[in-house]
């Protein structure tokens, strides 16, 4: 049976309480329903955070009046140093999902690349993403099959990382729950310049789990995050109001997608020297520290991620971002974001090629290194100007779709890029 979205939304009696009697004086009824909800609050917040096995939990029914359950609230969020935007990912791994993944992996850096333009008065903000996977059955039931796969982080190589080691497994797909437990552990930043968003993907009924939709979507809303959903599947099927209802409620955009779609970027001429300075670039990394060697080998299998995802343009181009940014393990981004003390610095805690040098040494070839960086960025960035001036006139004169159509990154930027402007960041040529 297909459901069209101007028809009503189905009532789903699992959720829809009876309704309530007319009010009593007798002050002993009084007494016994306040007690009675009291009750229902205090066991329904640790099921919705993962704080009860949910295996054997009965089933906690709410309201869209409810107000979010919070009586253990989380700590307020903390105030950011300056602009950012965080991302947060909540992918369907159930075991119909793997083009889905499969999208996201290949699609990171188009969205990278689509923010590279962005800034808050005059300010560049920080890129954070974070990856949740729910759906799959080889996580535990007692956290409703949902796991967080990489917290918020700046450093892009560990969330491409973290999405190539996820694989698929049939499983109860508990979005509202995920969307609880995204809203309540990630470090949301508060305060101006400061955009919050979530993106849940998924193909089945959205409301499923022991967290009523409704609440979810509260909760998120009182974090301040912005929930974005994308159905994956056909916009005529039964399930699919109710994720564009969860999206309207979280203040978001809802998407439907093709998942089973695999998406290619039309070749260009620029692509092969981009491709090359991609891999050049590395060579202007510095691997330092007790990470230094892991993030080293990291970024080089992340290249090779890239390259057999059909996404190594992609990469290239997000290597001359802002974006990309590694201060964990590279001296050259920690020395400039103020994470290290070149000449305090430890001799073990050198890279190979500075060992034995003096500290003026060290500055001269960290120095160097910046050098070439930017030489190779700045060539990305034109050669990048000149793909997309290649790629609008292919798309012009084809007259109809060379691109991402329907795919997850498309999604992502098209709403990103909306709620961005609405929190008062400029994105492109604005």
């Known amino acids: 049976m297909r459901r069209h979205d101007d028809e009503p939304l189905p009532e789903d009696p699992r959720y829809v309480l009876p309704a309530r009697r007319p009010s009593s004086t007798r002050t002993i009824e009084t007494v016994l329903l306040a007690s009675t909800a009291c009750l229902l609050a205090a066991v329904a917040w640790p099921i919705a955070t993962g704080g009860l096995g949910h295996g054997d939990a009965t089933e906690v029914v709410a309201t869209g009046n409810d107000p979010a359950p919070d009586p253990t609230p989380t700590p307020a969020p903390v105030p950011s140093s300056g602009p950012k935007i965080q991302l947060a990912l909540l992918l369907d791994t159930s075991g119909s999902m793997d083009g889905l993944i499969d999208q996201a992996r290949s699609r990171l850096w188009n969205v990278v690349n689509a923010l590279d333009s962005a800034s808050f008065h005059g300010a560049t903000p920080q890129l954070e993403v974070a990856v949740y996977e729910y ?3 080889h996580i535990s039931g007692e956290v409703g099959h949902i796991r967080r796969v990489v917290g918020f982080t700046a450093e892009l190589d560990d969330v491409s990382k973290a999405l190539f080691s996820l694989s698929t497994h049939g499983g109860s797909e508990h979005a509202p729950q995920a969307i609880v437990r995204a809203a309540d552990e990630l470090e949301w930043k508060a305060g101006e310049g400061v955009l919050r968003v979530l993106y849940v993907a998924g193909n089945e009924s959205f409301q499923q789990g022991p967290v009523a939709w409704t609440t979810a979507l509260d909760v998120a809303s009182a974090r301040g995050v912005v929930v974005n959903t994308v159905f ?4 005529g099927e039964m399930d699919a109001p109710l994720w564009k209802a969860a999206a309207a409620r979280g203040r978001g955009r809802h998407f439907v997608i093709d998942h089973t779609s695999r998406i ?3 070749t260009t001429p620029y692509d092969a020297e981009i491709g090359e300075l991609g891999r050049s670039i590395n060579e202007t990394y510095l ?6 060697r892991d993030g080293v ?3 080089m299998a992340q290249d090779d ?3 057999g995802s059909g996404s190594m343009v992609a990469r290239g181009l997000s290597k001359s971002s802002g974006s990309y940014v590694n201060p964990s393990w590279d001296l050259v981004d920690a020395v400039e974001k103020g994470v290290v003390d070149l000449e305090q610095m430890n ?4 890279p190979e090629a500075l060992a034995g040098m003096t500290a003026p040494e060290r500055a001269r070839a960290v120095a160097t290194r910046k050098a070439e960086r930017t030489t190779i960025a700045s060539r990305l960035a034109e050669l990048r100007t000149e793909r997309e001036g290649f790629l609008a006139t292919a798309r012009t004169d084809a007259g109809s779709g060379v691109g991402t159509g329907g795919a997850l990154d498309g999604a992502m930027i098209e709403a ?3 709620q961005a402007l609405r929190a008062g960041f400029t994105v492109g040529e604005q």
Do not use: H, R
Request: charged share 30%.
């Open 135 to 137: 759906g799959n059955d």
């Open 232 to 235: 994956c599947g056909d916009a």
């Open 264 to 266: 290619v970027d039309p």
């Open 287 to 292: 691997g330092y520290g007790s990470k230094g």
């Open 297 to 299: 080998a990291n970024q």
């Open 305 to 307: 991620n890239a390259f």
């Open 347 to 350: 001799e073990d805690e050198l």
């Open 416 to 418: 990103i890029t909306e």
